[in-house]
């Protein structure tokens, strides 16, 4: 049974400081909704493209002690949160609940408890008000995070697109042809890159989240000095269903010889060693994703790509990514750094430009927790 705040939610009268702009409404003004793992998110988004508001409510300091997400704290969090959430982004976007459009969720992939906090709310809004509900891939919402740069021309001058996507649960290369439409080139056989980093960061006594920190370690040390492994080297075929070796990752190596030789030389636990073993970890694990891209570039033959998800926010693999695009006479898109990790605009983004362009977007009954992007 659903937690009675979230019915109660969707019954809560409109404030007097949101009825002055009722008559202020756009079209195509979508309400997004994230609560897909530990980040309680809502936004609006005109159009698919034009960002009115973005309130993400970070649970990093509840899950800090235990060095990871745990997902019933997590879902309870979003239950206390997601209220105040929604109503701080349509006051941001100067709305009231008759301006909206429609209503975007996220229904998968991600913790169980979680989405389903964000779809049943979601779905009591909807009825409530007599909006539209669409319902939306969370890794979808990611790769297309870089229309929310408003210094992109359209969503069609991007593609044909290769998305490198690296988020803590998700590491994946795939090509957009059309938004709605995703072919998997690529993925992890074990961790994400983001798992990898926490992971790593864990073993050289670092705090949570791992990517942060480690990217703090590592400057001022030097990338080269540790010699790890950038995993699945060479070519060859059939490693994951229909998915090339060429184009997949695996990071179970890099972190098993980081805690070997944490193990083996105690002495790199000291401040200005711990450098070094940062940088290099850092640099293999970005490596590997670059082998990876740099192949995919070439196998498709596609003269751009975007690099998406929370571990792009790294300035170390910005830099990487922009010599790579240098190198092989490519354009690259980044993502504006708040719309890297877990948001709503991206979601509420997604829906607009889909129903903008009279794609029927899935109307959930349910959540779904391995929900793919697309299918090998």
């Given at each position: ?33 994230e ?10 988004v ?16 509840q ?5 990871g ?18 109503e ?180 790199y636990?000291a ?37 998406v ?23 690259w ?44």
């Amino acid at each position: 049974m659903i937690p009675g705040t979230i019915w109660l939610f969707a019954e809560r009268r409109v404030t007097d400081e949101t009825k002055r702009y009722s008559d202020m409404r756009r079209p195509m003004q979508f309400l997004g909704i994230e609560t897909s793992c530990d980040e309680t998110a809502a936004a609006v988004v005109a159009d698919g493209r034009t960002v009115r508001s973005s309130v993400v409510s970070s649970q990093i300091d509840q899950h800090r002690p235990f060095g990871g997400v745990v997902p019933e704290i997590a879902s309870r969090a979003h239950v206390d949160l997601l209220p105040d959430v929604v109503e701080a982004a349509l006051l941001q976007a100067g709305l009231s609940w008759d301006g909206l459009d429609g209503i975007a969720v996220t229904y998968g992939p991600g913790l169980a408890s979680s989405l389903q906090i964000g779809l049943r709310a979601a779905q009591a809004l909807a009825l409530r008000l007599g909006k539209p509900l669409h319902g939306v891939n969370h890794l979808a919402g990611h790769c297309y995070s870089i229309l929310l740069d408003p210094a992109v021309a359209s969503p069609e001058s991007v593609l044909p697109l290769i998305v490198l996507l690296v988020t803590g649960g998700h590491t994946m290369l795939v090509r957009v042809d059309a938004w709605g439409t995703y072919r998997l080139l690529g993925q992890t056989l074990d961790d994400a890159v983001g798992e990898a980093l926490d992971k790593g960061a864990t073993l050289m006594g670092l705090g949570y989240p791992g990517g942060p920190e480690i990217e703090k370690a590592a400057r001022g040390g030097d990338p080269a000095r540790h010699d790890f492994p950038r995993g699945l080297r060479g070519g060859g075929a059939g490693w994951y269903g229909a998915l090339p070796r060429a184009c997949c990752f695996s990071f179970s190596g890099l972190k098993t010889a980081l805690r070997y030789m944490c193990q083996q030389h105690p002495e790199y636990a000291a401040e200005q060693e711990r450098k070094h073993l940062a940088a290099s970890y850092q640099e293999a694990a970005f490596d590997a994703l670059l082998d990876r891209l740099e192949r995919a570039l070439a196998q498709e033959a596609v003269p751009q790509f975007a690099c998406v998800g929370g571990v792009a926010r790294n300035e170390r693999l910005r830099a990487k990514l922009d010599a790579l695009a240098t190198r092989c006479g490519v354009r690259w898109y980044t993502v504006p750094p708040a719309y890297c990790t877990d948001n709503a605009a991206m979601i509420a983004g997604l829906a607009g430009h889909l129903a903008g362009q009279g794609v029927q977007n899935p109307l959930p009954d349910d959540v779904q927790p391995n929900l793919p992007l697309c299918r090998t």
